[in-house]
């Protein structure tokens, strides 16, 4: 298993993955939406995507997108997507794209890695604590939902 940064020709086969993360949240199977999203991130490069492989297959991804610390006058990531297939799960994969966007972040002198997850992501919780994220009790998160 070997983790490796996306190139345009990951996109047609991971697109089919982010689809599947999509509709894990509850959004709608649509897979040329989803490709088209990873496609426009790619071709912008907004996003910087990592992908865990095995045996030629993408079993999971890691989005980040470049964000800016007015205050400290730096950058830092935002970890917006983390997924494995869930065949895949609990033999690390998860913990091998979280480690390879906390050693890009790094070498791209960035501030931090920012994320947000789900209260009850209780798994989800652990691994990012024992990875070195702490938690934010300090500011509370808004939306304001324009869609």
Known sequence: MIVKRATELDLKQLSVLFD?????????????ESYNFLKQRFENKESVIFIHVKNEVITGFVLLYLGFSSLACSTYYILDDVYVTPI????GSAKQLIDTAILFARHENALRISLETQKNNYQSHQLYEQMGFVRDDEFSTYHCFLK
């Open 88 to 91: 895949y799960r609990r033999q």
């Open 20 to 32: 599947e993360y999509r509709q894990f949240y509850g959004a709608s199977s649509n897979l040329q």
